[in-house]
């Protein structure tokens, strides 16, 4: 879908959008409008339960006085409350309402400051996002109608100039959602590295360790999820060089596996397929990279994504298996199908011991315990560093990703005890996503370090205000703005 900027000369034809506030309250250009129309709209209005909500929207049709042959009441809101994210929510309403209107084209015309016209487009370009590459037989009815969306408004060199780094945004959440939604024989360890890889375009420096250097360093925990699989795992490292040369980086680290059957200790056939989303959190992180390079953020990052398959097989790691990690502590495998923690000890211990990161932050749809606490409305945010933990719930907030903190104190290390081994990797049914949590930060040291468990947010079954049913692209709106918020001069 076109987004365009434009000074409002109102198009004649075609398809007009106009703002509309809580309690039924016309902004100027829905009261000229309704003026034009002989009291149409408000007629409209009035035999309609729409009364002015975010995301509420009302379609009049062929209005008398004008040439427009649809007219959509989109609501704003209560006025005090119209910021940024009520402005997405209210532009991804609009586009779902056309999506199967039949309409190809709108001009939008709501009376909004320059910054919430270019939040407007952000939520419609987000929410207008498709997953249909491999539909070669779509219904006409099936087929995306809005083809292009014109903001007119009078300081239209503002918009579009307020509009130019959410593009940017966008574009990495798309990238990511693609990512997420492909298939697992299409998105594997060594297609996510290729693909990551293009990511030079946009001056990404990207080093990818296969097997035999992850053998080398002593990645024997994430070697030992791969190795049932027939495609060779690999730790994919990016550097976004936007700061001083002596400045630490901030480093992301992403679990990303391509697929998890469960291993040996396999899941359950029903379902399984949504587990293709397992890397979204190795997604997430190629996004935000995607996200501070292409705005050129003055910060040095990294970005670890360490991507494994999950596959039972005569080469499988076995459950009662007992890996030697690179940090050298060992863990005794007794759950194959908790392989998120095994993968990510080594990459975080890897990331901290290479980089010395002045943060770390890693994400993972790491345990569906998480999502029995918290549903799809948060990720639950894991933290050894107040600071770091009140930074993230903030960037949360600010873009609609939310996070919330989740305990995980030394009363819980008695859960992940091992007979035989410095830890086992299953803690038991009750609280596991804490138990995952008391794994992991045993590999990062002293570093300020966040674990964000993205299991429920990372996918939606149901559209969703600026997302469609399918991944989410979870993470790349939240650490671009904690990374601007904290770590930008
Ligand atoms: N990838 C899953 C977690 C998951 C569940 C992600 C649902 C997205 C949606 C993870 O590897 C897993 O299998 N976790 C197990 C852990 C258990 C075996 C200790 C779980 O949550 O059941
Ligand atoms: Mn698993
Ligand atoms: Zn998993």
């Not at 049709?61 to 427009?68: D, S, V, W």
């Not at 779902?96 to 190809?104: C, N, P, V």
């Not at 060089?241 to 998890?260: L, N, Q, R």
Request: aromatic share 6%.
């Amino acid at each position: 879908m076109k987004i365009a900027f434009a000074r409002p000369a109102w198009p004649k034809t075609g398809t007009l959008a106009v703002g509309v506030l809580a309690g039924r309250k016309f902004a100027p250009g829905a009261a000229a409008l309704d003026r034009r129309t002989k009291g149409a709209l408000a007629r409209a209005l009035r035999a309609s339960r729409f009364d002015g909500k975010v995301g509420q929207t009302l379609s009049v049709l062929a209005p008398r006085g004008i040439g427009n042959g649809r007219v959509v009441l989109v609501g704003l809101g209560k006025p005090d409350k119209l910021d940024a994210l009520a402005a997405q929510r209210a532009g991804g309403a609009l586009v779902a309402h056309l999506a199967d209107s039949g309409e190809a084209t709108v001009g939008v015309a709501v009376d909004l400051a320059p910054n919430l016209a270019a939040h407007i487009a952000l939520g419609a370009r987000l929410r207008a996002y498709r997953f249909d590459k491999y539909r070669t037989t779509q219904k006409r009815e099936e087929k995306p109608g809005l083809r292009a969306l014109t903001l007119l408004i009078d300081e239209a060199a503002a918009a579009r100039r307020a509009f130019a780094p959410l593009a940017s945004t966008a574009a990495a959440v798309s990238r990511v959602r693609d990512l997420v939604n492909e298939p697992a024989n299409v998105v594997h360890p060594r297609s996510f590295a290729a693909e990551a890889q293009k990511l030079a375009a946009l001056d990404i420096e990207a080093d990818v360790l296969g097997s035999k250097a992850l053998r080398e360093r002593g990645l024997n925990a994430m070697l030992g999820v791969a190795q049932g699989s027939a495609n060779e795992p690999q730790l994919v490292i990016l550097r976004w060089s936007g700061a001083g040369k002596s400045d630490a980086p901030v480093a992301f680290v992403g679990k990303g596996v391509t697929f998890d059957t469960g291993g040996i200790s396999i899941k359950p056939a029903a379902g399984m397929e949504e587990m293709k989303g397992d890397m979204a959190g190795a997604g997430a992180v190629l996004g935000v990279l995607q996200a501070l390079a292409a705005r050129r953020a003055r910060v040095n990052a990294v970005g670890l994504c360490a991507m494994v398959e999950n596959m039972p097989s005569g080469t499988a790691q076995r459950p009662g298996d007992v890996v030697r990690s690179a940090s050298g502590q060992t863990i005794e495998v007794v759950d194959t199908d908790a392989e998120g923690r095994l993968v990510l000890s080594d990459a975080l211990w890897y990331a901290q011991d290479r980089f010395k990161p002045r943060a770390m932050i890693d994400l993972a749809t790491l345990t569906g315990s998480i999502v029995t606490a918290l549903g799809h409305e948060y990720a639950g945010l894991f933290s050894n560093d107040e600071a770091l933990g009140r930074q993230l719930v903030a960037a949360g907030e600010a873009t609609g990703e939310r996070l919330w903190p989740m305990p995980f104190g030394e009363e819980y290390d008695e859960r992940i005890k091992s007979d035989i081994a410095d830890m086992k990797n299953d803690g038991g049914r009750w609280g596991d996503s804490i138990n995952a949590a008391v794994l992991l930060k045993r590999f990062v040291g002293k570093t300020a370090w966040a674990h964000l468990d993205i299991a429920g947010v990372a996918w939606t079954d149901a559209d969703l205000p600026t997302a469609p049913k399918g991944a989410t692209g979870f993470g790349v709106r939240l650490l671009d703005r904690f990374v601007a918020d904290n770590f930008e001069p």
